[in-house]
């Protein structure tokens, strides 16, 4: 035995214990036993076990390098971190890609020390799917790693006293450590759940599918690394259809539904403060109705992610994705959208309307019912609504909507209690679709695709929506990636995947042609010339490591 769980620091890697539960087992401990007498009762197990979950709100209490410095957002009422959204002043010392380092290696932490009490716990009827369901969290939290960061150090053990000499394992090294623990949990989790949220089998599935994907780009990818991708994607979806249509799917209170494989739980029961210890991600979108609005029941909101002009362009007037994504129609009060229904709407006035592309006659959209729209402002499309700094003032970009709660309280983040969807099945298809098509089987891979945009269509629609053979290709199903998947918490890594980082957000991204054409730095490029496709190691950690050989990457 090498470890009590304390005191994680910053550099959590390198620390003694990497992580501390006891914020979490506290209420669950009242006897305040010691924690490894603790762990070895089932409910300290159970208590332990679920800490390994409660991580995943600190890993993504930040959208900023899941999100920023694509061709999906830019900087909208608030600047994002400028490192994240820009590049080019993107340092080793950044506190985002530090606090992001940090959180992942403290989940590890708990995940390693729920291993090791495993079998010195009692023995319960659900010991071993627990153990099945920390390794998937222990893969997952280190595919985030080696996604955003490359080769790092794999941490299986805990410590009871500071570790200062950690070898850094090559990317490939990692790849194998997260295959190895997703087949072991596979074997050991349920095929179903009466506990939503548990770890099931099609969640392993999903990401055995989607980690294959992402070896598949690399220079070290196995031969098959796209047909397990696939045949993995298959099996998670299991001729399962999409069911749910789009807006019920993101309809707040609605998380809990059959198509979610995973996601971040936020049951009200579990958190402390109502007004910072919830989910945030309602609040970075928008939008901002400042303080008069509050008054009038707006929510407060960022208003900072702001979807380019190039994410707008993606729909047509067949995909009812549109809709369903955005708050194109701003009623006097803001929360009517989700009060009343869609009949009672018809009566409310409406404050802003953003026409598409599609939606040319607004003199007509006004006339059709002068009472409630005359003073309506109407921003049609265009690239006034790839929001600038003044959108909390001039309202000029429509909002995501997707996300918000109704619920959440007037706060300046982590109020909401809707859960952030991980995984869920129509992701699972365009998985599929990626990898099939990389397969060489362009034929299948739109069957796939095909399935995601026949929940899509519009009523009457379907067949408007279908795609052909010819039609996809990478970047096909990268557009249709962000037309489904926009805002959660995938695009920077999606774009690393696929080799596409540079070219599309230097091709759709405002604030990276800004800084690079207008004076002619590429932002990407680094020291030596090399590009930055990866974050930088933490400088704390490296300062504290006194392995020689764990080195900064390229371009830092």
């Not at 007498?37 to 209490?61: H, I, P, Q, W």
């Not at 095929?191 to 070896?215: D, M, N, P, Q």
């Not at 404050?351 to 005359?374: G, I, L, M, N």
Request: proline content about 4%.
């Amino acid at each position: 035995m090498k470890a009590t769980i304390k005191n994680i620091g910053m550099a959590a890697l390198l620390v003694a214990g990497l992580a501390n539960c006891n914020d979490y087992l506290d209420e669950e401990n009242p006897s305040n036993i010691s924690d490894a007498d603790f762990y070895k009762t089932a409910n300290g197990y159970e208590a332990l076990v679920s800490s390994t979950y409660a991580s995943l709100r600190e890993v993504y209490e930040f959208p900023w390098l899941f999100l920023a410095g694509t061709d999906e957002f830019v900087e909208g009422r608030n600047a994002q971190p400028e490192g994240i959204s820009e590049y080019r002043n993107l340092s080793s010392n950044d506190t985002q890609v530090e606090t992001f380092f940090g959180a992942c290696y403290k989940a590890i932490g708990r995940c390693n020390t729920a291993v090791y009490y495993y079998d010195r716990t009692e023995k319960t009827a659900t010991r071993d799917n627990r153990l099945g369901e920390v390794k998937f969290l222990r893969a997952y939290y280190y595919f985030l790693l080696v996604q955003q960061f490359g080769g790092v150090s794999i941490v299986t053990e805990m410590y009871d006293e500071p570790a200062y000499d950690f070898t850094r394992n090559p990317a490939a090294e990692v790849y194998d450590f997260i295959l190895q623990d997703l087949t072991e949990a596979l074997a050991l989790v349920p095929e179903t759940t009466t506990s939503f949220g548990r770890i099931t089998k099609a969640a392993v599935l999903h990401y055995l599918a989607k980690v294959h994907l992402t070896r598949g780009y690399e220079t070290f990818a196995a031969d098959d690394d796209y047909a397990k991708a696939a045949a993995y994607a298959d099996q998670a979806i299991n001729g399962k259809t999409l069911t749910i249509s789009f807006e019920d799917l993101f309809w707040p209170g609605k998380e809990k539904n059959a198509e979610v494989l995973f996601s971040i739980q936020f049951d009200k029961s579990s958190i402390k403060d109502a007004a910072n210890d919830g989910s945030n991600q309602n609040y970075w979108f928008g939008p901002y109705m400042g303080g008069e609005g509050a008054k009038n029941g707006y929510p407060y909101r960022a208003f900072q992610l702001m979807p380019t002009t190039y994410v707008h362009s993606l729909f047509t007037e067949n995909d009812a994705r549109w809709e369903g994504t955005f708050m194109n129609v701003v009623y006097s009060r803001y929360y009517d959208f989700y009060d009343k229904s869609k009949a009672d709407r018809a009566n409310m006035n409406i404050s802003y309307y953003y026409p598409q592309s599609w939606e040319a006659d607004t003199a007509a959209w006004r006339a059709a019912d002068p009472a409630r729209r005359a003073k309506t402002r109407i921003i049609p499309f265009g690239d006034i609504w790839m929001g600038t700094s003044g959108v909390g003032i001039d309202y000029s970009a429509p909002a995501v909507r997707k996300f918000d709660d109704p619920t959440s309280t007037f706060s300046l983040g982590g109020s909401s209690t809707r859960d952030i969807y991980l995984a869920r099945l129509a992701e699972t298809y365009l998985i599929a679709a990626e990898a099939y098509l990389q397969a060489g089987d362009a034929a299948t891979a739109t069957l796939r695709i095909n399935e995601v945009r026949r929940r899509a269509a519009k009523p009457g629609k379907v067949a408007e929506m279908q795609v052909t053979e010819a039609d996809v290709d990478l970047d096909f199903i990268l557009d249709e990636r962000a037309r489904e998947l926009l805002g959660e918490y995938d695009r920077w890594m999606d774009l690393r995947r696929t080799g596409k980082l540079v070219e599309r957000t230097e091709l759709y991204n405002r604030d990276i042609k800004r800084k690079y054409f207008g004076n002619n730095i590429n932002p990407f490029e680094g020291v030596d010339g090399q590009l930055k496709l990866l974050r930088p190691i933490p400088q704390k950690a490296l300062d504290l490591n006194q392995n020689e050989g764990y080195e900064q990457n390229p371009g830092y």
